[in-house]
């Protein structure tokens, strides 16, 4: 009598048991279909961008495969001669092709070195103005140039600098003759690093402003208590409180290190200073849409993103080592 009792108290344990395991997961898919249903609004406005990126992004690069050909317009991608690395060895046993992608290298390295701390510095310095319409207008004022193309600013920059422009009246009153600003590989360089950091300086000060939101007043209250001056507060407070958005635009910035703006180049170089302006973006404008060398200037292409993307996983490895890592 005892057993029985025993085996039917162990069937009613198990059944219970699986009673509620039925009910946890018939639980469980209500509460995913509900969650999906609720998120169906969602799905449907990420779907263009999905689109998007694998119309743009990802379906192009199957184009990519011209680096490897000897492509022609007659034969087409598929049809044209298999040619395997050779693109690869004629780039980089050309003069040319090395002297551009040092240049790339050095005006990429210089914009990051120079224009980087910019718009933080011009961050900061905004979020401690506290008469409102001042600081409204100096927005406004340095975000401006960023709606502006390249072509305007570049037509701007060169009649500045140009030999009868308004820099040279200035520098022919005070030493007597003008200065060939635009045809000094040194001042054309400067030229092109501050038009840079003029018209990119204001909007990218957005994002620090955001990240500056976030910090809170009273770590200021207390080191103003404790007598902590500005320069302190801003080492001690601000910087590390912005440390991960700074982290992660300089690695966003790593990744557009061989991604000269083929605008901005274009608008201010000449002959004259090619061996400092002819880059990667714009070799391949001038040899492969006009000089019709598409599978050479694609291997061009191809070593200028695999360059982009090691340095993008260094600098996260980098960071990751300090947990400001990006992924």
Same mark, same amino acid.
């Given at each position: ?7 039917? #108290?162990?069937? &009613?344990?198990?059944?219970? &048991? ?27 406005? !990420?779907?263009?961008?999905? #689109?998007?990126? %694998? ?31 050779? /693109? ?11 002297? *551009? ?13 120079? =224009?980087?701390?910019?718009? *933080? ?5 905004? /979020? ?31 009649? *500045?600098? #140009? ?6 009246? $200035? ?43 976030? @910090?809170?007043? =009273? ?14 507060? %801003? ?6 409180? *912005? ?16 991604? +000269? ?9 000449? =002959? @004259? ?22 599978? $050479? ?5 191809? !070593?200028?993103? $695999? +360059?982009?993307?090691?340095? +993008?996983?260094?600098? /996260?490895?980098?960071?990751?080592? !300090? ?5």
């Amino acid at each position: 009598m005892k057993a029985n009792t025993r085996s039917e #108290a162990v069937l &009613r344990l198990d059944s219970s &048991r699986q009673s509620s395991r039925q009910s946890g997961s018939s639980r469980r898919r209500f509460w995913q279909t509900r969650r999906f249903k609720n998120n169906v609004p969602l799905w449907v406005m !990420f779907v263009p961008v999905i #689109a998007f990126y %694998i119309i743009f992004k990802y379906t192009p690069m199957l184009g990519l495969v011209i680096a490897f050909k000897n492509y022609t317009f007659y034969e087409g991608v598929w049809g044209s001669q298999w040619v395997g690395m050779d /693109n690869f060895t004629n780039l980089f046993t050309q003069a040319q092709s090395v002297q *551009i992608i040092r240049n790339t290298l050095v005006l990429s390295i210089l914009s990051v070195l120079v =224009s980087f701390p910019f718009p *933080i510095a011009l961050a900061i310095m905004l /979020n401690e103005v506290r008469n409102k319409f001042f600081k409204k207008s100096v927005q406004t004022l340095v975000y401006l140039p960023y709606f502006f193309s390249w072509v305007i600013v570049g037509g701007l920059v060169v009649t *500045i600098f #140009a030999q009868t422009g308004v820099a040279n009246v $200035l520098v022919e009153k005070l030493l007597g003759k003008p200065f060939p600003f635009l045809f000094k590989e040194w001042s054309w360089v400067s030229i092109f690093l501050g038009s840079g950091i003029w018209k990119d300086a204001g909007f990218n000060a957005i994002i620090y402003l955001a990240a500056l939101t976030s @910090i809170d007043p =009273s770590l200021y209250e207390a080191a103003s208590m404790d007598g902590a001056g500005k320069w302190k507060q %801003i080492r001690n407070i601000t910087l590390p409180g *912005i440390s991960p958005t700074i982290v992660i635009m300089l690695i966003l910035a790593m990744g557009r290190v061989m991604e +000269v703006g083929f605008d901005h180049v274009y608008v201010l170089q000449n =002959s @004259i200073v090619s061996g400092i302006s002819e880059v990667i973006s714009t070799y391949i404008y001038a040899i492969g849409l006009q000089g019709g060398q598409f599978s $050479l200037t694609a291997a061009l292409g191809m !070593f200028d993103s $695999l +360059v982009a993307l090691t340095l +993008v996983l260094i600098s /996260n490895a980098i960071a990751r080592r !300090f947990n400001k890592g990006l992924w």
